[in-house]
Each structure stands twice: as structure tokens, then as C-alpha cells.
């Protein structure tokens, strides 16, 4: 059995392969695909197949996919472009007679409001007219999107949203990583789709106080109205587009449309998610010791 990720270069489809060579899949049977594939050289060291592809280039995808067994679709990066960008690996997953193609969507892709949401749900539709067999990964937030921000949140002592006392269900990149390698190497997984979060969602609140536990240093949340935020955003050199949508995703968060409750995570990993508590402890020692 041949397994493609790609976005191999990429943080979570690079922890996807780690999570299947953890799993004692040989590493001849892994294909780790991206744009610069000079970024793949320790896999290759290790027997990992390296191909170049390029979700633009249909060519490359074909290539790639030429004796896939299972391939996982990680999302694109570039938001507004991901939908096209997804049919053409779709069309080259089914050119290839793949037997499963696992994307990894958004959490409650089915009901969302997020504007973040809309190429994931496209996607879905896509996969759903294609005639692939298809499992879904409808990933939560990943706490690294808050314990990446720590350095920041510790500058201004604050922590800036517009989530109210929303809950976010979030889970490390690592947890998404294993889950998903589960489920590539899961048997009759065509047609399921799976809600992954955190076992114990938090508010920004609460994040903000993870934070002073963790550093000691008093640090709160701050909810803005949404168009604040974004201009708080912008301000701090987001782009414009991208600021408008992580205040909209806040207003998501604050509906509940991240909150995932179901334990498939856990379940998938065979362990407890990784904590807030433990993210931002980790993220905290380890800006400690840069900074030593």
C-alpha cells in the first residue's frame, strides 16, 4: 500500500509522515509530496519517497499519484485560491484509481457560517461528485495558533479577540497528525467523516489566563467588536483580507461553530488531546530558553 501527503512542507502534512513512519509503515510505501522538495531531504534519508508536486500543476499531481493506494488532500495555504486548486488534485486522484482520498477540512463544515469555511465546503461538495471514495477530516483549530502568538500576548499583556465567551475546541497539529495517519491506515473509512477538536474546549478568556499561569506574568483577554479587531490586526501588519477573516472566525468561535464535543479525536490517537494548559506551558519554556 502506497500512501501520498501532500503538503509534505508544510507543518501538519510533515507531521503526518512522522506519525506513519511512527506507526512502522515502511518507508518506501510513504510518498511525501511539495513544492520544494529540497525541504523533504531528512525523509528521504530515511527511504521516504520525495516527488515534487504543485496543486497548480495537474502534470506534477498526475505524476505523483501514478501508483497511490491512499492519498491525503492537506488544504491548500493560499485562501481564495484552495477550491481550484483541490479539483485539480481530485481530478488526478481519480485519473489514478486511487481507493481513498482523506481531505482535511474544517470543523462543522456542514453548518459553519466561517468565511474560512467556504472552500472547505466546496471541496466537500467536489469530493462528493466525484465518485472517489473520500473520508473527511474536519479539523478544529490548532492551539498553535494561539501559543505562536505567546510572545506577543506577553509584549502587550493582552490577548485581542472578538470571541466572547465563545469555546474553541482546539488540539495541536500533532493530535490532527496522528489522527489522520489513524484513519489512512484504518480499514473501510470511505464515506466517514470525522469531527476532530480538543477534549476540553476553552474561551480566549481562559486562554489568556493559561497564559499567566504558565509565565507568570498577568496577561488578559480584550473582546473588541469584530472591525476593531481586524484594524488591531491590520495594525500589527496582517493583511487586510486575512485580518477581516480571523475576526470573522472569532464570531465564529463565539457561535460555537469550532466547539466540537464528540471525543473522535482522543479516540482516533488512543489518548488525551493535548491540553491548553500543556501548549502554552511548552510554548512558554520554550521562549524562555531562546531567550536564556
Known sequence: MTIVVTGATGQLGRLVVEALLDQNVPAEKIVATGRNVAKLADFAARGVQIRPIDYTDPASLH????????????????????????LNVIAAAKEAGVALIAYT??????????ALAGEHQATEVALRD??????????????ENYTEQLAN??????VLGSAGDGRVSAASRADFAQA?????????????????????????????ESVTAATGQQVSYQDLPAEDYAQALIGAGVPAQFAQILADSDLGIARGDLLVSNGELGALIGRPTTSLSEAVQAAADALSAANA
Open 180 to 208: 489522520a495517519a489513524a484513519v489512512l491506515l484504518a480499514d473501510d473509512q470511505a464515506g466517514k467523516v470525522y469531527e476532530l477538536g480538543g477534549d476540553t474546549a476553552f474561551t480566549l478568556g481562559e486562554l489568556a
Open 63 to 86: 505524476a505523483a499519484f501514478a501508483d497511490a493506494e491512499k492519498v491525503l488532500l492537506v488544504s491548500g495555504s493560499e485562501v481564495g485560491q484552495r477550491l481550484p486548486q483541490h
Open 130 to 143: 466525484s465518485g472517489l471514495p473520500f473520508v473527511l477530516l474536519r479539523n478544529g483549530w490548532y492551539l
Open 153 to 158: 500576548f506577553l509584549q502587550h499583556g493582552v
Open 105 to 114: 477540512s474544517i470543523a462543522n463544515a456542514d453548518t459553519t457560517g466561517m
